[in-house]
């Protein structure tokens, strides 16, 4: 079975640019969650999706970042705008329920200029 | 609100020797599951050891962890560390009737030879 993938592996912005990243959870997994991680805060929640519905959009990430699942197979994030404090790793996970495992795509690690 | 705290941002163990990495949290549900994940340099957060049930011990990997309800505890521990445990360890919790999955703050391992 395919994990969870994610793209761009990489990514280098502006300051003010308006970049997109997208996920494919594992097939036939409910919930789906992004995560902003660097080594200050560690893993902070961004969105969390459960069958499609959000149910919880990360209060202070509320303003310039907005989830969206498109699809039971398709997910993206949207920063707008971009800027240096952004920098991090993004990692979307899914999950057969809440109380599942969850596996965590690769990645993508965003540099905002 | 629920929460997780792992009280070591780093633990240093020589190898062979045994390590033990703290993790109690505070919830007010009752149906819960526990999860302890290790992240290796440059790869994504992966599930090392889950567990639900009180009182018993779950295993993987030469790791273990016992969940005790009366102490709020899940620590996670290993008679003898090796070089290739060093790593970053997060500690989770997940709820039903709140749809929330909780991460602590990370320990970052390192065993020294």
């Known amino acids: 079975d395919a994990g969870v993938t994610q793209t761009p592996r990489h990514e280098v912005a502006e300051k003010g640019q308006t970049i997109i990243l997208k996920c494919e959870p594992v097939s036939g997994h409910n919930d789906l969650f992004w995560y902003r991680q660097t080594k200050i805060q560690g893993l902070e929640l961004l969105s969390y999706?459960?069958?499609?519905?959000?149910?919880?959009d990360g209060g202070a990430f509320k303003d310039r970042f907005k989830a969206e699942m498109l699809n039971s197979s398709f997910s993206t994030l949207k920063i707008q705008p971009t800027e240096p404090k952004d920098s991090a790793v993004y990692l979307c996970?899914?999950?057969?329920?809440?109380?599942?495992?969850?596996?965590f795509g690769p990645g993508t690690r965003l540099l905002v200029l | 609100g629920d929460s997780v705290t792992q009280t070591e941002g780093l633990v240093t163990v020589t190898e062979g020797l045994p390590v033990k990495l703290n993790c109690t949290y505070q919830?007010?549900?009752?149906?819960?599951?526990f999860f302890w994940y290790v992240q290796y340099l440059n790869e994504a957060p992966q599930v090392l050891l889950k567990s639900s049930t009180d009182n018993k011990r779950t295993e993987h990997q030469g790791f273990h962890a016992t969940l005790h309800k009366s102490s709020s505890s899940f620590h996670l521990q290993k008679s003898s560390a090796q070089l290739s445990d060093s790593a970053l360890y997060y500690c989770a919790l997940s709820g039903t009737g709140n749809y929330k999955y909780v991460f602590g703050a990370g320990t970052r391992l390192k065993v020294i030879a």
């Open positions: 999706f459960r069958s499609k519905s959000l149910m919880e």
């Open positions: 919830t007010t549900y009752l149906t819960i599951a």
């Open positions: 996970a899914s999950s057969l329920t809440i109380q599942d495992t969850q596996y």
